[in-house]
């Protein structure tokens, strides 16, 4: 199932529970080979990658880490050939048949015995798009009139950098932080009233910004706000 850049709201923030990073951020390694029957190795094109969830837990991850981590080899007695089998890293349930054999990634491995309507799928260019705040730029949702909601690739250089500094202070790097990020208009005046700020993506208290700092960055979720 495909994810189009209207949807993917729906994993903004959310991280792969196999690896830790996020699940709209993927690297080269994540990126889908299509079967060949010839022997050679070919990407899929469009560039995409997908994800699944665990039908027994739900964790979410990558394809790529249920590869690396979920394939399990598994022993056919004490002498006999070693098996593939699929399972959930997170509750240990058995997700699939055993196989004499994993496809490698490059040769299109797929999520054994289960059926794509299970996959998703996200295309590079659609992920790109969502980033770039084209969804929320234009939008520009605005919450209690303090709060615009904008992608973090629309933001300006120096913007980034206080993203980037507020990132550190609670551990975190900009990789970490989420795509969606809050602009908080406030007067020097409503800025000095302010008694208390909250995270605008799940609500925990957020450290009380100093008069001369720019941005806030969620210790819980990674979301930034910007000042
Ligand atoms: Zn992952
Ligand atoms: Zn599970
Ligand atoms: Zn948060």
Not at 193 to 200: G, Y
Not at 205 to 223: N, R, S, W
């Amino acid at each position: 199932m495909r994810i189009t850049p209207d949807k993917m709201n729906k994993l903004d923030g959310r991280v792969c529970f196999i690896c830790g990073k996020y699940l709209l951020n993927y690297t080269e390694k994540d990126m889908a080979y299509l079967k060949v029957h010839s022997g050679s190795t070919m990407k899929a094109k469009p560039n995409m990658y997908h994800l699944f969830s665990c039908p027994s837990c739900t964790k979410m991850a990558h394809k790529r880490c249920w590869y690396d981590v979920g394939e399990k080899k598994v022993k056919k007695g004490w002498f006999g050939k070693s098996e593939y089998i699929l399972s959930c890293p997170s509750c240990g349930t058995d997700l699939s048949s055993k196989r004499e054999k994993r496809v490698d990634w490059n040769r299109g491995y797929e999520i054994p015995d289960h059926p794509e309507s299970e996959i998703l799928e996200l295309h590079v260019s659609d992920v790109v798009t969502w980033k770039a705040g084209s969804v929320f730029g234009k939008i520009g949702k605005a919450i209690d009139n303090f709060f615009q909601a904008v992608g973090l690739g629309s933001l300006t250089n120096p913007e980034r950098n206080a993203v980037a500094r507020a990132a550190s202070n609670v551990g975190k790097t900009i990789q970490d932080v989420a795509e969606r990020v809050f602009k908080i208009k406030l007067t020097p005046q409503q800025r000095a009233e302010l008694k208390e700020l909250r995270c605008q993506n799940c609500d925990a208290p957020l450290p009380m910004p100093g008069e001369f700092v720019d941005a806030v960055v969620c210790a819980h979720c990674g979301t930034a706000h910007l000042l």
